[in-house]
């Protein structure tokens, strides 16, 4: 069964860092640009940062120079290590899947990790 | 960054209803605009992609057109488990943007 499992969450105090998991399972790792994107509950998803399957990453504003995406291919492991943690950065994160590479989607995601800055 | 407004922020509809979701752009996208299904507590589900391609096990009642900066999500014949929220998304160019979300509830 292709799976994405998110781990790592939690609550952490402002000015604090935290590393996400995303375990891929069921599909050749490697290959495949991967994403996260959180979300606010009862609010839109928002994407975060990209990491193609050479290792070059892209960021949203919001993030970049705090958090750093990557990936462990032999490990099937996406991760994002987030520093300098922000109030704002509390959401549910999710790591997706992209099958398409240029012009992007997700057609897999996770269950999910909240991250709580408080 | 390219902002993606849909309408209407809700509705309400019956079993059986045909749905018509809009997603503007505020700058043209060209098709690379994405329809996403979400209900609560669960990630979103792809729906469409390329503003028109159906995602593999996607029911054919979704359909999706457009083009540029006008984009319109149709659901014909809405089933029970059709009542949730949509979302569009852009990636065109980076930032990739979302819309702020249909919900689509029952009347």
């Known amino acids: 069964e292709v799976q994405l499992l998110e781990s790592g969450g939690g609550l952490v105090q402002p000015g604090g860092s935290l590393r996400l998991s995303c375990a891929a399972s069921g599909f050749p790792f490697s290959t495949y640009w991967m994403h996260w994107v959180r979300q606010v509950p009862g609010e839109g998803p928002v994407w975060v940062s990209r990491?193609?399957?050479?290792?070059?990453?892209i960021y949203a504003d919001s993030v970049r120079g705090r958090f750093i995406i990557s990936r462990d291919n032999a490990k099937n492991t996406l991760y994002l290590q987030m520093n300098s943690l922000r109030a704002e950065d509390t959401a549910i994160y999710f790591c997706a899947r992209d099958p398409l590479a240029h012009g992007s989607c997700y057609d897999i995601w996770g269950q999910g990790t909240m991250v709580t800055v408080s | 960054d390219i902002q993606m407004t849909q309408s209407p922020s809700s509705l309400s509809a019956s079993v059986g209803d045909r749905v018509t979701i809009t997603c503007r752009a505020s700058?043209?996208?060209?098709?690379?605009l994405n329809w996403y299904q979400q209900k609560p507590g669960r990630a979103p589900k792809l729906l469409l992609y390329?503003?028109?391609t159906l995602q593999g096990g996607v029911p054919s009642r979704f359909s999706g057109s457009g083009s540029e900066t006008d984009f319109t999500l149709t659901i014909t014949r809405l089933q029970p488990e059709d009542f949730a929220t949509y979302y569009c998304e852009q990636t065109s160019s980076s930032p990739w943007t979302f819309g702020q979300g249909t919900n689509v509830e029952v009347k």
């Open positions: 990491i193609d399957n050479d290792g070059n990453t």
């Open positions: 390329g503003a028109s």
């Open positions: 700058q043209t996208v060209g098709r690379y």
